[in-house]
């Protein structure tokens, strides 16, 4: 039986989480369910009371060519392991995007398996890339300028800034930075700043220990500088960084020597064509095509 999530089965859904996804750091796991997870943006299905499998819709706006678009992102999908191959996320997601086609333009979803959604109509439109870094990449300087503890509204005011070169962000506010701190100090991370010789935030970058390597999930930066420091700062973490940027950031030319991987992020559904081609005056078919028409590069840097 598929239904909304009720928030006594809560607990049930976070271990379902834990055996779904041994990889997933238990401390976001916590993170996520005491701070993100809403039971009325989950959807579970129960064999003899039992949750078998659920997924979780968070609604979001998205900024597309200067429009605000309704959209969700859909995460947390998963089905208990013994009852897997048995149609019952299928029967989810039928449900669950059916709801969409009605609210929104564009669902995304993100999986290191994009064939399990394509059938769905999801496609492949955001991509990230990862530079791997070390010492000899990047040139020595002070670390001058540089802040561990940005105020939310630095955050939020070099972001705003920095963004504004790209399309198809989700719009951020303060709030969002407020939790953004507390779920990288909850999973063990901190988040390093640039301020100039004006005292005014030129970028930051969100720093996670793994092992004896450093991943950097979202570096922002204003110009050559601020990037400069942050990756300086990143080195003297670990002697392996891995920075993840978006595709449109060529820092090939930065780093010419950094091995560089870039891989999907994000898949997408266009939920309504013809609603688009109302909105933008553009004909489209397809989610790539709806995309396509894109004015700036894609960035997303969005997990949930």
């Given at each position: 039986?598929?239904?909304?999530?009720?928030?006594?089965?809560?607990?049930?859904?976070?271990?379902?989480?834990?055996?779904?996804?041994?990889?997933?750091?238990?401390?976001?796991?916590?993170?996520?369910?005491?701070?993100?997870?809403?039971?009325?943006?989950?959807?579970?299905?129960?064999?003899?009371?039992?949750?078998?499998?659920?997924?979780?819709?968070?609604?979001?706006?998205?900024?597309?060519?200067g429009r605000v678009l309704q959209a969700s992102m859909l995460v947390g999908a998963a089905t208990l392991p013994q009852y897997r191959h048995m149609g019952?996320?299928?029967?989810?997601?039928?449900?669950?995007?059916?709801?969409?086609?009605?609210?929104?333009?564009?669902?995304?979803?993100?999986?290191?398996?994009?064939?399990?959604?394509?059938?769905?109509?999801?496609?492949?439109?955001?991509?990230?890339?990862?530079?791997?870094?070390?010492?000899?990449?990047?040139?020595?300087?002070?670390?001058?300028?540089?802040?561990?503890?940005?105020?939310?509204?630095?955050?939020?005011?070099?972001?705003?800034?920095?963004?504004?070169?790209?399309?198809?962000?989700?719009?951020?506010?303060?709030?969002?930075?407020?939790?953004?701190?507390?779920?990288?100090?909850?999973?063990?991370?901190?988040?390093?700043?640039?301020?100039?010789?004006?005292?005014?935030?030129?970028?930051?970058?969100?720093?996670?220990?793994?092992?004896?390597?450093?991943?950097?999930?979202?570096i922002i930066y204003l110009d050559s500088m601020s990037l400069a420091k942050l990756c300086n700062a990143a080195l003297q973490e670990r002697r392996t960084?891995?920075?993840?940027?978006?595709?449109?950031?060529?820092?090939?030319?930065?780093?010419?020597?950094?091995?560089?991987?870039?891989?999907?992020?994000?898949?997408?559904?266009?939920?309504?064509?013809?609603?688009?081609?109302?909105?933008?005056?553009?004909?489209?078919?397809?989610?790539?095509?709806?995309?396509?028409?894109?004015?700036?590069?894609?960035?997303?840097?969005?997990f949930a």
């Amino acid at each position: 039986m598929i239904d909304k999530a009720k928030s006594e089965q809560t607990n049930e859904i976070r271990e379902l989480w834990k055996v779904c996804f041994p990889k997933e750091d238990l401390r976001y796991i916590d993170f996520y369910f005491k701070n993100i997870y809403d039971p009325q943006n989950c959807y579970v299905n129960t064999v003899d009371g039992k949750i078998v499998s659920c997924i979780m819709r968070n609604p979001h706006a998205i900024m597309f060519n200067g429009r605000v678009l309704q959209a969700s992102m859909l995460v947390g999908a998963a089905t208990l392991p013994q009852y897997r191959h048995m149609g019952y996320m299928k029967e989810l997601l039928d449900v669950v995007i059916d709801a969409c086609e009605h609210s929104e333009l564009i669902t995304m979803i993100q999986s290191e398996e994009p064939s399990l959604y394509e059938p769905f109509g999801f496609r492949t439109i955001y991509k990230r890339t990862d530079y791997t870094i070390e010492r000899k990449d990047v040139k020595r300087i002070t670390n001058f300028g540089c802040a561990y503890e940005p105020t939310p509204i630095d955050l939020l005011k070099v972001y705003s800034a920095f963004i504004r070169r790209f399309n198809g962000f989700y719009p951020r506010d303060l709030d969002y930075f407020v939790r953004y701190k507390k779920e990288v100090t909850a999973v063990g991370g901190k988040i390093v700043a640039y301020y100039d010789g004006k005292d005014q935030i030129r970028g930051y970058a969100v720093m996670i220990p793994q092992g004896a390597e450093l991943r950097v999930e979202e570096i922002i930066y204003l110009d050559s500088m601020s990037l400069a420091k942050l990756c300086n700062a990143a080195l003297q973490e670990r002697r392996t960084v891995h920075l993840l940027v978006s595709e449109a950031e060529n820092l090939h030319l930065v780093f010419p020597d950094a091995r560089k991987s870039t891989y999907g992020s994000t898949m997408c559904r266009l939920n309504d064509a013809s609603l688009f081609i109302r909105v933008f005056n553009r004909n489209v078919v397809t989610v790539e095509d709806a995309f396509a028409i894109s004015a700036r590069p894609l960035n997303l840097n969005e997990f949930a």
